[in-house]
């Protein structure tokens, strides 16, 4: 069974940093994109970037370029989205999400979610 | 950058009722169109990829067509699970972009 499995929920504050992780099993994860999507609250969703863990090639949506980073440890199937210095306006839920299988960009499985909370 | 505009953005029906959901986009995506499903407090779940590909598990009530730059997401007849928020997709370019949802709700 494919899973995607976010970590937990964060309480930080401006400046500090962050990387959350999405950890994929029950496929090959070298064989597929792993998109990230931010949700404001009451919101829509907007693609942050995607990165394809067989070979770490990285694609980041103009709106998140220098804003955010993206990565991946493929030995533990894991993929990282991470602030160096986060802001009230990071405040949001984050999904990862895995490309389908047979090549394009649409996302089939996704995890239940990470809520980050930036807040003095 | 690609945008999508969805049309309406509320839409009030009725179990059993036909929803009728658009989708445009500012230049043309081929048929590189795909549509998401959100309820509260979950994850989107994929519908529909390329316009009319229906994704594992998806109920026959939902179709989608349309090509270039205008397309369409109907369900046939609502059951009460359905009344989520609907958002179509576009892969053609980067970055990936989103429309800004329509909710279907229960009237």
């Known amino acids: 069974e494919v899973q995607l499995v976010q970590s937990g929920a964060e309480l930080k504050k401006p400046g500090e940093s962050l990387k959350i992780s999405c950890k994929g099993s029950?496929?090959?994860?070298?064989?597929?994109?792993i998109g990230w999507v931010r949700q404001m609250p009451g919101k829509g969703l907007e693609w942050m970037g995607i990165i394809y863990p067989g070979d770490s090639d990285t694609r980041y949506s103009p709106s998140f370029q220098g804003q955010v980073t993206i990565s991946v440890d493929k030995s533990i199937t894991t993929a990282y989205l991470h602030w160096s210095s986060l802001k009230a306006s990071d405040t949001a839920m984050y999904y990862c999400?895995?490309?389908?299988?047979?090549?394009?960009?649409?996302?089939?499985?996704w995890g239940q979610g990470t809520l980050v909370t930036v807040s003095s | 950058e690609i945008v999508l505009t969805q049309s309406p953005a509320t839409l009030s029906l009725s179990p059993g009722e036909r929803a009728t959901l658009s989708c445009r986009a500012s230049q043309s995506v081929s048929s590189y169109l795909a549509w998401y499903q959100q309820k509260p407090g979950q994850a989107p779940r994929l519908l529909i990829y390329?316009?009319?590909n229906r994704a594992t598990g998806i109920p026959a009530r939902f179709s989608g067509s349309g090509s270039g730059t205008d397309f369409t997401l109907t369900i046939s007849s609502l059951e009460p699970e359905d009344f989520a928020v609907y958002y179509c997709q576009q892969r053609i370019n980067w970055p990936l972009t989103f429309g800004q949802g329509t909710r279907l709700e229960i009237k």
């Open positions: 999400a895995r490309q389908v299988s047979g090549g394009g960009y649409d996302f089939d499985y």
């Open positions: 390329d316009t009319s």
């Open positions: 029950g496929y090959t994860f070298t064989r597929h994109w």
